[in-house]
């Protein structure tokens, strides 16, 4: 048998049942173009296959490539498949997809989370395995605990909501941790808001999560950063910076003027964020 290389994240789903409960969850037509990152072996690719009128798989280690390869082989669904042996996380961009279905190798779940918030093909859903505190941070809102600076992330761009939890032993070898899969769907219309500037926004913000505004805004480092952008600003403008400018009453004044200064990052949603960056932006203060 293969051995599995747990560096990669290589931890195979044995429970069938749970495999055919992420693939329901997932409602493929027989129409949908699916993506598939990890196939692994493949337990989860043959019932997709199923589905699917075509799946197009990632899987970065040869060997389980060709173990794939292998059991779809001279079938009736060899050719529906498309194995791309390679990082998914190397493409410019993911390919087509209506749904996607992975269960993901933990290494990867940021930057392929990152990945599929700056896909622009509108897609159905991706239906995603990943470690519990993980999930639990995607779908986290104001208040929670473990609400952050990924939860607003994600939740700008779409809808997540937490499906099931499964346990470590569930998988072969078992991780060290468990395991939830959350159920992303992207919102339309895709909001038209500039995501360096969002996210330069919600990392200030999100620095000491547990401060009001006004004493995130206080920072030095923050300050000095927007002062240079407010300069840049200006000179693209064509305008002259103030006389007597001081950037930190400035801002102080924004936030104020907004009913912003007193305000906690942990309990803002979505919507106050974006009204967060809207006063900033028409103000001239740039994030990024
Ligand atoms: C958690 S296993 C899932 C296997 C199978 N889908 C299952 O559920 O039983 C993750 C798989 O992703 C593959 N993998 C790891 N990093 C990858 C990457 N960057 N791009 C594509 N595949 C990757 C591993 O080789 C492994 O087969």
């Known amino acids: 048998g293969l ?6 994240g290589q931890h195979i789903l044995k429970n069938p049942l749970i495999v055919l409960s992420m693939v329901e969850k997932s409602a493929i037509k027989p ?8 196939p692994g072996t493949g337990n989860m690719t043959i019932k997709l296959l199923e589905k699917a009128k075509h799946v197009t798989a990632f899987e970065v280690d040869p060997r389980m490539a060709a ?15 498309k194995i791309i042996r390679g990082d998914v996380l190397k493409v410019d961009e993911l390919p087509y997809f209506d749904v996607c279905v992975a269960n993901l190798p933990y290494q990867i779940s940021s930057p392929f989370i990152n990945k599929l918030l700056i896909h622009k093909p509108l897609y159905r859903c991706a239906v995603l395995m990943f470690q519990q505190e993980f999930a639990q941070r995607l779908v986290a809102k104001p208040g929670d605990k473990l609400y952050c600076r990924l939860s607003l992330n994600v939740q700008l761009y779409t809808k997540v909501d937490m499906l099931m939890k499964v346990g470590k032993n569930n998988f072969r070898p078992p991780p060290k941790v468990e395991s939830s899969v959350v159920r992303i769907e992207p919102r339309f219309p895709r909001p038209a808001v500039c ?9 200030i913000c999100f620095s000491r999560k547990n401060k009001t505004l006004s004493a995130e805004f206080r920072q030095s480092n923050v300050l000095e950063m927007l002062n240079k952008n407010y300069a840049t600003f200006c000179h693209l403008q064509n305008k002259p910076i103030p006389e007597n400018f001081v950037i930190k009453d400035y801002v102080n004044d924004i936030l104020t003027k907004n009913e912003f200064s007193n305000k906690r990052s942990r309990t803002m949603d979505v919507d106050d964020f974006l009204r967060l960056l809207h006063c900033f932006n028409s103000a001239g203060i740039h994030f990024s």
Do not use: A, C, M, S
């Open 3 to 8: 051995r599995f290389n747990t560096g990669i």
């Open 31 to 38: 129409t949908d173009e699916v993506l598939e990152v990890g």
């Open 67 to 81: 173990e794939l390869e292998k059991r779809v082989l001279g079938g009736p669904l060899n050719h529906k498949l």
């Open 195 to 203: 995501f360096q500037e969002w996210d330069g926004l919600v990392r």
